[in-house]
């Protein structure tokens, strides 16, 4: 009887040995020729290939992704980064486009499955011009590339041009409330503060940082632009009364205090110059009230 | 309140548990967000179908079985050895261990691949990923209580409970100060991860399935040789070595086999509460204690409980809900009606 | 038929001074062996090493004939029987339950028990007068009735050295009477070697077949109750005054005066 009683575990741990040198086949490789099924994990990847002009092209998205309008026609495959697998597989897609941030086992899985999951990370300006080459290169579409490329370079430089004469203001970046996260140096954000022609109060930090309230007072700021509060309709509001108490602080004293539209800003894709823009109207309000053209 | 175990009763009950395991796995392959069921029972699935079937929803069901089962199997030989029917897996820091060792995976291998070239082909060949790290640091955390306790002879529970204390409130430390230096853009895999889930990661059905028979073995180590001294023990050291049990042998290796399973679970599932807690608590009520049955019962029993609670976890919001939340709500509710029956 | 004899034994507990010193006790089948002494004499002590779970530093026990430590546990206790004085139940086994588990060495690794193992279980609690609690929650009991379901362990793993140690502390008259009356039994009619620590002078005269007296770690004294429990002998070794009052039945009294 003793005997018989090894025969289970040590079967069983040989089942396992097998099953863990099974070998796995790949799937065959997809036909070659561009992507023609695309899925989105993030909404910065979707207005990339929409601007590209490949939206028909898009079968899924993530829930944020929002812009252009046609986006939201496409069926919601999960979080941002986060895939509800099975409804992703049933949609069959030939090129995954999905952030770094998400949960890398899942992209593991997926590549198992024989699917291609290019992943992209978050980084600074001349960082998103390269990506959205990389995505046009992905789809066919480098012409397409280029010419975004170009269109956004050009925007940026006549934007540059225009803000050129303006007083270089202090502002600070707040990504986050209680406790306080800034925006500091090395961010996508901190470039578009420069490209607006402003100093960055808080670039002693580098990257998204937990900031002191002490060190936030001594900076200073003039101007404070706020996303905590999304793009919610009373943003504005609720980002002034939340700083409205430190009253010492310059960019209150001048009512320079606004809320930014993280929709927009967090997005280096192909709106980025509309961003800067975003941010320079509040930043530098002289240059665009001698009646500059362009959205918010 | 029960008879002495018998044969024909033991072997009913495992019967009834493992029939119902299999039900609710099928149940558990059958559900999710796509149609699958009735097109397959029509004859209609397509090979995409059997891609979600297997490599998706099998692949949960089987992480369920192993990580329920595993910790449940861990907890009730640690009550055992604790002699305390309120000892859960994770008391010896094997879960802030397993914390550690993914969070550290996480956040710095993709940099030490960048500097060691031996490390990034490591890591491009999944033999490092990060439910390996968490499993190391699982081990890390029982080596280092286990030096604690070691040269004291058998297993001295006292300090073992304490070291195993000190050791997750360290490690707990240690992955909030990793996680507050890191760059913010690791961290909602950081949360993902403490989260828990039964994805099983990149871990394909034949990986899932190895794991699983691994965690049965240790689970038919645990029954065959370890049940019936751990009901001697639960009376006393002194005691148990006056049957004959060699008591120190016997707590080591409980201990290091339930640790090992605990583990594994943590590793490919993150940590998940009251199942390794509440599971053997109540089968204990419903069953008795005698070990022979409530070792393989709780494995069968965690197993189910885990995909059962799996089910409304990933159906009923569009965002997939880590399954310790389901089990948590379950739990609490369940525990508390527990603790009521047992005063009156 | 089984003997067991330890031989000039020592015993530390780390590096105090030796809680026995040069101790040769021996139990003999068909008799119950009394051990008696003041606290910290080395009672407790010297019985663990009788029962194996204590190695002495010198000197040896033998079971019959063959050293004590030479025998694999499962054997040991096939053939030794050892009651603690405190045993832990944190868990709802029934009385029937624990009584089984005193057959664990005779079965095997992953078996369940027979019906010889369910028999001896049963005699077991019969003579311990456990029916009525048979189906009880061993957690639910009183410490008396729980010290009478360990004894009834220990009974049921049928040995033939049954080594027992303070077996009556929470047991009132009557029980602590019949525990005693029961190991005399055992002793008669199945031969069984019965070495008891007791700290109840009374019922060690009238029980005890041999009596053996430790005082800080030696035997001060050792044969028959009669001999052994005197007067002098006694006041001596407890400190305090101890008088032996005849009584008509042709037993003692040991009681303390002033």
Not at chain 1, 251 to 264: N, Q
Request: include cysteine; glycine fraction near 10%.
């Amino acid at each position: 009887m003793k005997r018989l009683l090894w025969v289970l575990p040590v079967g069983l741990l040989g089942v396992a040995l097998a099953l863990a040198l099974w070998p796995h086949e790949p799937p065959a490789a997809p036909p070659s020729g561009p992507p023609r099924r695309i899925v989105c994990l993030a909404p910065v990847y979707t207005e990339v290939v929409f601007a590209l002009g490949a939206g028909d092209r898009l079968v899924g998205r993530s829930q944020w992704c929002n812009f252009p309008p046609e986006a939201e026609r496409l069926p919601v495959v999960g979080g941002l980064g986060q895939p509800n697998l099975e409804q992703l597989v049933a949609l069959q897609p030939d090129l995954i486009l999905a952030p770094a941030l998400g949960k890398s086992d899942n992209y593991e899985k997926l590549r198992r499955l024989g699917f291609r999951v290019e992943e992209m990370e978050p980084g600074t300006f001349a960082d998103a011009l390269a990506g959205i080459r990389r995505i046009g290169g992905w789809l066919g579409e480098e012409a397409a590339a280029e010419a975004v490329v170009k269109k956004i370079e050009q925007d940026r430089d006549a934007l540059v041009k225009t803000l050129a004469g303006c007083p270089r203001v202090r502002c600070a970046l707040v990504v986050g409330h209680e406790p306080l996260f800034v925006s500091g140096a090395g961010t996508y954000l901190d470039d578009l503060l420069a490209l607006a022609n402003a100093e960055n109060a808080c670039g002693d930090a580098q990257g998204w940082a937990r900031y002191g309230l002490e060190d936030f007072l001594a900076r200073n700021p003039e101007v404070i632009l706020d996303s905590t509060m999304g793009n919610e309709r009373e943003a504005d509001h609720q980002v002034v009364a939340f700083w409205s108490r430190w009253t010492d602080v310059a960019a209150v004293k001048d009512g320079r205090v606004h809320a930014i539209d993280p929709d927009l800003t967090n997005r280096p894709g192909p709106r980025m110059v509309q961003a800067i823009e975003h941010l320079a109207r509040h930043l530098h309000p002289d240059a665009f009230a001698r009646g500059t053209e362009g959205g918010r | 309140m029960t008879r002495p175990l018998t044969a024909r009763r033991w072997a009913w009950t495992i019967g009834a548990l493992a029939l119902v395991a299999l039900c609710v796995s099928i149940l558990g392959v059958s559900i999710g967000s796509e149609d699958i069921a009735t097109r397959v029972l029509q004859g209609k699935a397509t090979q995409v179908d059997w891609t979600t079937i297997i490599q998706i929803r099998l692949v949960r069901v089987l992480v369920g079985l192993l990580a329920g089962g595993a910790l449940a199997t861990a907890g009730v030989v640690l009550q055992a050895l604790f002699r305390n029917p309120l000892a859960d897996p994770f008391v010896l820091g094997t879960s802030g261990g397993a914390a550690f060792g993914a969070v550290v995976g996480i956040v710095l291998l993709e940099d030490a691949g960048a500097t060691w070239g031996w490390v990034e082909t490591l890591r491009q060949s999944q033999v490092v990923c990060i439910p390996v790290m968490a499993f190391l640091g699982s081990l890390l955390s029982v080596a280092l209580v286990s030096a604690g306790a070691v040269g004291r002879g058998a297993l001295p529970t006292q300090s073992l409970l304490l070291i195993g204390v000190i050791a997750n409130y360290v490690f707990t430390a240690l992955v909030l100060l990793i996680t507050v230096k890191a760059d913010p853009n690791k961290l909602p895999r950081i949360e993902a991860w403490l989260l828990g889930d039964l994805s099983g990661g990149g871990f394909l059905a034949t990986g899932a399935a190895a794991l699983l028979a691994v965690s049965v073995a240790i689970c038919a180590v645990l029954t065959f040789w370890l049940a019936r001294p751990l009901d001697a023990l639960t009376l006393g050291d002194e005691q148990a070595r006056a049957l004959g049990v060699p008591v120190g042998r016997v707590r080591w290796t409980a201990f290091l086999l339930s640790s090992l399973a605990t583990a594994i679970a943590v590793a490919i599932a993150g940590v998940i509460g009251f199942v390794g807690l509440l599971l053997p608590h109540g089968f204990r009520r419903l069953f008795g204690a005698d070990h022979r049955l409530l070792v393989p019962a709780c494995f069968l029993g965690g197993g189910t409980l885990l995909v059962l609670c799996d089910i409304p976890a990933r159906t009923l919001f569009p965002q997939e809900l880590p399954v310790g939340i389901v089990t948590a709500i379950l739990g609490g509710p369940l525990f508390f009606l527990i603790l009521r029956r047992r005063s009156s | 038929m089984t003997r067991i004899a330890a031989n000039d034994v020592s015993f530390s507990y780390g590096h105090a001074a030796p809680a026995l010193a040069g101790v040769s006790v021996a139990v003999e089948p068909g008799r119950v062996l009394a051990v008696v002494g003041p606290n910290g004499a080395g009672k407790s002590t010297l019985l663990r090493v009788l029962a194996g779970l204590l190695r002495p530093s010198r000197g040896e026990v033998k079971l019959d004939d063959r050293p004590l430590h030479s025998i694999p546990g499962r054997e040991r206790a096939r053939a030794l029987a050892f009651l603690a004085q405190e045993s832990a139940c944190a868990f709802p086994y029934t009385v029937r339950e624990v009584v089984l588990m005193g057959r664990l060495p005779h079965v095997g690794t992953f078996q369940f028990e027979s019906e010889v193992d369910r028999l001896a279980a049963a005699t077991a609690i019969l003579e311990t007068g456990l029916e009525t609690l048979a189906d009880r929650r061993v957690d639910a009991l009183s410490a008396g009735e729980r010290q009478r379901v360990f004894l009834a362990m220990a009974l049921a793993q049928e040995p033939g050295v049954l080594l027992l140690d303070e077996p009556t502390v929470y047991l009132d008259v009557r029980h602590q009477v019949e525990a005693f009356r029961l190991l005399r039994t055992l002793a008669r009619d199945r031969g069984l070697a019965v070495g008891v620590v007791t700290h109840d002078l009374g019922l060690a005269s009238r029980f005890a077949d041999d009596v053996a007296l430790l005082a800080a770690g030696r035997l001060a004294g050792r044969g028959a109750p009669a001999e052994v429990m005197r007067a002098e002998t006694l006041t001596a070794c407890y400190g305090t005054p101890i008088a032996v009052v005849p009584l008509p039945d042709g037993g003692v009294a040991v009681v303390p005066t002033a």
